[in-house]
C-alpha cells in the first residue's frame, strides 16, 4: 500500500530503500521526512499530539496521491504518516516518490506535503511546560498549496 497512517515510529532509510527497490530502473527517487519541531507558537515544544479521523485520512492521503500520479510520471509513491504522541525530534510524515527524471521526482514530493499539510484531515496539539495548545492552520501552507 503508498499510503499509511500509524502511531509507531518508522525508519526513513528503511522506507527509502522500500522505495528505492520498488522504482527499479527509475532515474530519481526524492524524499521528504518531516521531524517534531522542539518549538511552536507557545515556545519550547516537548511533544506532539496528532489526532486524525481514521479511513478518512487514509482516503484523503490517497486523493492526494492520485492527484499528484496524474500530474508527474510517477514510478512509484509512498507515504507514511504518524498519530498519537510523538516527542520531539521524532519522524511525523515520510514522503518518497520515483520517476523517470528528478525534476518530476523533486516537484510531486513537494506537491505532496504542500497538499498533505493543508488537505489532510489531521489535527495537532502541541505540549510543552504551559500545558498543550491545538495547532491552527498557517497562512503559509495555504499559501504553499495554492502555488500548485
Same mark, same amino acid.
Given at each position: 500500500?503508498?499510503?499509511?497512517?500509524?502511531?509507531?515510529?518508522?525508519?526513513?532509510?528503511? /522506507? /527509502? +530503500?522500500?522505495?528505492?527497490? #520498488?522504482?527499479?530502473?527509475?532515474?530519481?527517487?526524492?524524499?521528504?521526512?518531516? =521531524?517534531?519541531?522542539?518549538?511552536? +507558537?507557545?515556545? @519550547?515544544? #516537548?511533544?506532539?499530539? =496528532? @489526532?486524525?479521523?481514521?479511513? &478518512?485520512? @487514509? #482516503?484523503? /492521503?490517497?486523493?492526494?496521491?492520485? @492527484?499528484? #500520479?496524474?500530474?508527474?510520471? /510517477?514510478?512509484?509513491?509512498? !507515504?507514511?504518516?504518524?498519530?498519537?504522541?510523538?516527542?520531539?525530534?521524532?519522524? !511525523?510524515?515520510?514522503?518518497?516518490?520515483?520517476?523517470?527524471?528528478?525534476?518530476?521526482?523533486?516537484?510531486?514530493?513537494?506537491? =505532496? &506535503?504542500?497538499?498533505?499539510?493543508?488537505?489532510?484531515?489531521?489535527?495537532?496539539?502541541?505540549?510543552?511546560?504551559?500545558?498543550?495548545?491545538?495547532? +491552527?492552520?498557517?497562512?503559509? +501552507?495555504?499559501?504553499?498549496?495554492?502555488?500548485?
Amino acid at each position: 500500500m503508498s499510503v499509511q497512517v500509524q502511531t509507531p515510529s518508522f525508519s526513513a532509510a528503511q /522506507l /527509502l +530503500d522500500q522505495l528505492q527497490a #520498488r522504482c527499479a530502473g527509475a532515474g530519481a527517487v526524492a524524499s521528504f521526512v518531516g =521531524l517534531v519541531r522542539d518549538y511552536g +507558537d507557545a515556545g @519550547e515544544v #516537548r511533544a506532539l499530539f =496528532l @489526532e486524525h479521523y481514521p479511513g &478518512m485520512t @487514509e #482516503r484523503a /492521503l490517497a486523493a492526494i496521491e492520485a @492527484e499528484a #500520479r496524474a500530474r508527474w510520471p /510517477l514510478q512509484d509513491v509512498l !507515504i507514511v504518516h504518524r498519530h498519537g504522541l510523538l516527542q520531539a525530534s521524532e519522524p !511525523i510524515v515520510f514522503v518518497g516518490v520515483g520517476s523517470a527524471h528528478r525534476q518530476a521526482a523533486f516537484e510531486a514530493c513537494a506537491y =505532496l &506535503m504542500d497538499q498533505l499539510k493543508t488537505r489532510a484531515p489531521f489535527w495537532k496539539k502541541e505540549m510543552g511546560e504551559q500545558g498543550g495548545q491545538w495547532v +491552527d492552520a498557517r497562512a503559509s +501552507d495555504a499559501a504553499a498549496a495554492q502555488r500548485w
